[in-house]
């Protein structure tokens, strides 16, 4: 068993993936070999307890990451620990310590019913015998399929086997949870009830550290404290969501419906200095007789709002509504998306 050298539950440090494809070339029967870098030094770490999220479009380095952090997969560069053991030159006990629950519907034994699927994974597991039975219990009851477990898998719904795959990934009472995209593909209320579990019971309760991956923003938003976001295989930035947020230029937008809205008043607008961008949108329906226009401003900060509404005022604009917006995960997640 190795020295701890970490004092957080997960620490990465320049971490780097190439994989290699190979590719035959139909038209001259050449193969070519490219190198893509799916991981390219990124560093970052999470604390004990902490659900952190890893976002990103499709391609960023997401999973790779999270089957590095799983012993699944070595990386090619730098290293990374959980728990303060090395992945790579530590990784038998790694895996007593981690697990993982991908979203779609792999990893389960259909011909077999719930109870023996999560039976035979506390068997690869070591789970001590005599608490077997009790644990699978356990884990049924808690997400709710005690009645359909000695049911075959096939017969299951997909939301039951996400449900189940996510007893499998609590069966050896793992100090860190890896999800990967754990509510893909399931409806409404069951990921709801799959997020507060999570949140409930596995982090809050449990106090178990969670990295979580996710292409649903307002799921990250709900569930996450700090969050990265990759990018092409970088860590384009880290830090707490609300941080993050912050700083993002053209944070806040500023949605007005105003009336007697001329060229020239909207070209002062856009001269002003808190303003950093403005667009006027249809928008159907009319005040009396007069014609509404809708105007959506981007600014620095909400301290914008009272020059707007002034200087709209002093151009004898009438304003009939105004709506502030702050900036969510998903503007930050189009931000960062279009960097490197
Ligand atoms: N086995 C492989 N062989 C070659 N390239 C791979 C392999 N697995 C992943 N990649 C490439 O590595 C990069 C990162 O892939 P990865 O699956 O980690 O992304 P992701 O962020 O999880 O994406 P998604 O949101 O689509 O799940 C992509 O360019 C992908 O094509
Ligand atoms: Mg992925």
Redesign the pocket.
């Known amino acids: 068993m190795g020295v701890r050298r970490s004092e957080f539950a997960v620490e990465v440090r320049e971490l780097s993936?190439d994989?290699?494809?190979t590719r035959r070339n139909h038209l001259i029967g050449k193969k070519t070999t490219t190198i893509?870098k799916?991981?390219d030094h990124i560093s970052f770490e999470i604390q004990e307890g902490e659900l952190f999220g890893l976002l990103?479009?499709?391609?960023?380095?997401?999973?790779?990451?999270?089957?590095i952090l799983c012993t699944l997969l070595e990386p090619t560069g730098g290293h990374a620990f959980v728990k303060g053991y090395d992945v790579v030159k530590e990784a038998k006990h790694v895996r007593k310590i981690v697990n993982m629950v991908a979203g779609g519907e792999r990893m389960l034994y259909y011909r077999l019913t719930g109870r023996e699927n999560l039976t035979y994974f506390a068997d690869l597991y070591d789970v001590p015998r005599k608490e077997v039975a009790s644990r699978v219990n356990r884990l049924l009851e808690l997400v709710g399929l005690s009645e359909r477990a000695d049911d075959e898998v096939e017969k299951y719904s997909k939301g039951m086997k996400q449900r189940l795959q996510i007893c499998r990934g609590l069966i050896n009472e793992p100090e860190v949870l890896f999800l990967?995209?754990p509510t893909l593909g399931l409806d409404v209320s069951i990921a709801k009830d799959i997020r507060k579990f999570i949140q409930e019971k596995i982090v809050k309760e449990q106090g178990k550290t969670v990295l979580l991956?996710t292409?649903y923003m307002y799921e990250a938003e709900e569930m996450c404290d700090r969050v990265g976001f990759?990018n092409n295989?970088e860590l384009v930035a880290v830090g707490h969501s609300e941080e993050l947020k912050r700083k993002m230029p053209l944070g806040f937008s500023i949605e007005l419906l105003v009336t007697r809205l001329s060229n020239e008043t909207l070209e002062g607008l856009k001269h002003l200095e808190c303003v950093k961008k403005a667009i006027t949108t249809d928008y159907e329906g009319e005040t009396e007789d007069e014609k509404i226009d809708r105007l959506v401003i981007n600014v620095e900060s909400d301290k914008a709002v009272p020059k707007v509404l002034d200087y709209m005022s002093n151009k004898h604009c009438r304003v009939v509504a105004v709506n502030l917006r702050g900036p969510t995960l998903e503007d930050l997640f189009m931000f960062y998306a279009g960097e490197t």
């Open positions: 993936r994989y290699i494809s893509v799916a991981l990103g479009p499709n391609g960023a380095g997401k999973t790779t990451t999270v089957k990967d995209e991956t292409h990759l295989g």
